[in-house]
């Protein structure tokens, strides 16, 4: 690795920023659409509930996107460490996504009135499909956007990126309360597959932006001899620093707690009564919680560091299961503060924790860190199988007092952590 090699990739980021800033957004815009299209706090518990009255197949879903988007991650910084050109890996990665979601809406049109079982078995299925590419993704991505967006422009990157976003995925929820609302133009399961095709068409354009981005390439080289002696290397870190196990605990408990979020919705269709309109409702709310908590949560980091992030998202996490227990059958309009603290607490969690363990770690490190602290969680991905087996077993506000006691915990654990901006030698060191 020579400093002219570093300066020519530098050079190329330079040259082609506008083109990778604009194609970058058109990715991340459409990218965050698409989600909401097929938001597994909303859209798909509503889905699922309509094929099955089983709550485990909704928890099945969430720990299906937990363990997909994790798993994959430690082995995937492995095998492509050393990769020059990570962009069509991406593009696969896309690909797998956009067509998952086409098939599906395909399925559930031709099939979802006489075959739910079948219906069920195909969205389990492609969904895991989905998650694990997802989980494949999140590093490459990561590492391509840290090469085509200079380092001093990443900021306005993101920015705009998430405003517009986040502005695109409220209005998903309009449009999804606008189909699942008038039942007369969009009967079952006609609605429901027009939903997932939206997704897919927002994953092709963001799969069309992604394409035009110009990757520079870096030099680059192999730090781990093997997949056994990067997870023996990481490992290590585990057990040498406390304040890495305490970020553990903390991004555990948060994780746990929202284990419940997909039951949310079930919970306000069939203990509260809302109409099946309101599924759409309560999408925007979320994602205008998260926007909304993103300045602050941008402000707190930049000011604070990242703890106070982290421990502002044990807050908002736990208000939500707290919100949800409160609101009285007689006032169901109530329930869209409880998405909208849900979508705070995710917007929080992705900051906070990201953040904190990129300035924890050197940037030889970076990789491991990142991947080791999801990989070590994977276990807490399953809760959301427990939660809806428990569901049966026990009362909806045993399971929402709950949340709400451990997110109590949670503060209290996130408050000993500390910051590795005021403290480097808290630091993930190898």
């Known amino acids: 690795m020579t400093n002219t ?48 009255p089983s709550t485990i197949a909704i928890g099945l879903m969430a720990a299906v996107q937990g363990i997909g ?18 962009k069509p890996y ?66 306005r990157f993101a920015g705009w990126r998430q405003l517009l976003g986040y502005a695109l995925a409220i209005g998903a929820g309009y449009v999804v309360k606008f189909i699942l609302g008038d039942e007369m133009r969009f009967p079952y399961p006609t609605n429901y597959a027009l939903i997932f095709l939206l997704s897919a068409v927002g994953l092709l354009v963001a799969f069309t932006g992604f394409a035009l981005i110009r990757e520079p390439v870096y030099p680059t080289k192999r ?24 970020l553990l605990w903390a991004r555990g408990l948060t994780t ?29 709310a979320q994602m205008a919680g998260g926007a909304v908590s993103n300045l602050l949560w941008g402000w707190l980091g930049d000011r604070f560091g990242n703890k106070s992030v982290i421990v502002g998202t044990a807050v908002t996490g736990g208000l939500t299961p707290l919100l ?26 992705r900051l906070g924790y990201s953040n904190f363990i990129l300035e924890m770690a050197s940037v030889d ?29 026990v009362s909806y506000p045993i399971l929402l007092s709950g949340g709400a006691l451990l997110m109590a915990i949670n503060t209290i654990v996130a408050i000993f952590l500390i910051e590795p901006r005021h403290y480097p030698e808290s630091g993930c060191l190898d």
């Open 90 to 155: 991406l593009l696969g990665v896309i690909t797998t996504r956009w067509v998952s979601w086409a098939i599906l809406a395909y399925l559930t049109y031709a099939f979802g009135a006489e075959r739910p079982g079948l219906v069920l078995a195909v969205l389990i299925t492609l969904f895991s499909m989905f998650s694990i590419a997802g989980g494949m993704g999140t590093v490459v991505y990561a590492d391509i956007f840290s090469k085509a967006i200079p380092a001093q422009r990443r900021g």
């Open 324 to 349: 949800a227990l409160l609101v009285p059958s007689t006032t169901p309009g109530l329930f869209l503060p409880v998405f909208a603290f849900l979508g705070a607490t995710i917007s929080g969690m």
């Open 5 to 52: 090699t570093i300066t020519q990739a530098e050079a190329e980021s330079e040259r082609f920023y506008q083109r990778n800033f604009f194609a970058g957004l058109v990715h991340g815009i459409f990218f965050q659409a698409a989600d909401a299209f097929g938001n597994i706090h909303t859209v798909l518990p509503a889905f699922v509930a309509l094929l099955t």
């Open 223 to 246: 730090v781990s001899r093997s997949v056994r002696d990067l997870l023996k290397r990481a490992w290590g870190l585990a057990g040498q620093n406390a304040n890495f196990r305490r």
């Open 256 to 284: 746990a707690v929202l284990a419940l979020a997909p039951f949310y919705v079930v919970y306000a269709r069939n203990e509260i009564g809302v109409e099946a309109g309101a599924v759409g409702l309560y999408l925007s």
């Open 365 to 393: 490190l970076r990789p491991t860190c990142v991947a080791l602290q999801n990989t070590l969680l994977t276990p807490v991905s399953l809760l959301p199988l427990a939660a809806g087996a428990l569901i049966g077993a």
């Open 69 to 86: 988007n994790v798993v994959p991650q430690l082995f995937t910084a492995y095998l492509l460490e050393d990769k020059p050109r990570k």
